[in-house]
T-cell receptor, first 115, second 112 residues
Framework: NAGVMQNPRHLVRRRGQEARLRCSPMKGHSHVYWYRQLPEEGLKFMVYLQKENIIDESGMPKERFSAEFPKEGPSILRIQQVVRGDSAAYFC?????????????FGPGTRLTVT | TQLLEQSPQFLSIQEGENLTVYCNSSSVFSSLQWYRQEPGEGPVLLVTVVTGGEVKKLKRLTFQFGDARKDSSLHITAAQPGDTGLYLCAGVQVNTGNQFYFGTGTSLTVIP
């Protein structure tokens, strides 16, 4: 009964490169959330997706960031032309349904370091 | 502006002491969750409260949801070093069922 899986766990990118973060939800979960966490801070919502649909991306920066959750395969958070300020821990969580009805479970996170 | 404010932000206590962490908001939430996060790991769900005034117990941890569903508290009895971690509350606002809003976090250290 695997939990939420994220890879890679650690990712180092130079400024200007692209970062791709992957998230495989728990079995039976069709809803995925992405969050960003800076040191000593709580989690900030970025985007909420269902299979093949972006439901709420109000927390995503307008430029360079995108997310998808294809019919097959993991959810992907993509950051283009990374800058030092993108260095953070990125977590995904999955649930069976809408946030107000179903609990969400977190993956171990991807620590992105931009040099 | 933070939707959910937690207090205290940092807490260092001796093993065996009791403590309470607060999670406050001016908004009403349809549900509220508490998580514990250890360094280098993702948050782990401890409890979900959904009814105003609800009290849930998990061994030495007692969680309460305010009557108006705007606030919550976490009380730990006889804290142990294994309780050390970052405690986060998170809530879903009424009628906006898409997002979880996370609190600012309380970093707890229990000294043996």
């Amino acid at each position: 009964n695997a939990g939420v899986m994220q890879n890679p766990r650690h990712l180092v990118r130079r400024r200007g490169q692209e970062a791709r973060l992957r998230c495989s939800p728990m079995k039976g979960h069709s809803h995925v959330y992405w969050y960003r966490q800076l040191p000593e801070e709580g989690l900030k919502f970025m985007v909420y997706l269902q299979k093949e649909n972006i439901i709420d991306e109000s927390g995503m920066p307008k430029e360079r960031f995108s997310a998808e959750f294809p019919k097959e395969g993991p959810s992907i958070l993509r950051i283009q032309q990374v800058v030092r300020g993108d260095s953070a821990a990125y977590f995904c969580a999955s649930s069976r349904g809408l946030a107000d009805s179903y609990e969400q479970y977190f993956g171990p996170g991807t620590r992105l370091t931009v040099t | 502006t933070q939707l959910l404010e937690q207090s205290p932000q940092f807490l260092s206590i001796q093993e065996g002491e009791n403590l309470t962490v607060y999670c406050n908001s001016s908004s009403v939430f349809s549900s509220l969750q508490w998580y514990r996060q250890e360094p280098g790991e993702g948050p782990v769900l401890l409890v979900t409260v959904v009814t105003g005034g609800e009290v849930k117990k998990l061994k030495r941890l007692t969680f309460q949801f305010g009557d108006a569903r705007k606030d919550s508290s976490l009380h730990i009895t006889a804290a142990q070093p294994g309780d050390t971690g970052l405690y986060l509350c998170a809530g879903v606002q009424v009628n906006t069922g898409n997002q979880f809003y996370f609190g600012t976090g309380t970093s707890l250290t229990v000294i043996p």
